[in-house]
């Protein structure tokens, strides 16, 4: 279980790089085995093959609460 969630984690950086700045490659000089795969997942998603869609969406939505892109504000109101 700890490489499903550690290829996850993969994928979830390789995005949030990919959607940071569309335009530079996901992956590089050296890269590993895990990222290639995330990296080619990504980019067949990115192609509209809805399986490589429906596996990111599930691995996006599975993350953890305390990811990027996500923000909590905690308010205390003094009177």
């Excluded at 980019?43 to 429906?54: E, I, L």
């Excluded at 599930?58 to 892109?69: N, Q």
């Amino acid at each position: 279980m700890a490489k499903a969630k550690s290829f996850d984690g993969t994928v979830r950086k390789l995005c949030n790089k990919k959607i940071s700045d569309p335009e530079e490659p996901i992956l590089g000089e050296q890269f590993t085995v895990e990222q290639a795969i995330a990296a080619a997942v990504i980019k067949r998603a990115v192609s509209g093959a809805t399986d490589s869609v429906k596996l990111i969406r599930e691995i996006l939505e599975s993350a953890p609460s305390e990811s990027i892109g996500q923000f909590s504000v905690n308010i205390k109101v003094v009177e």
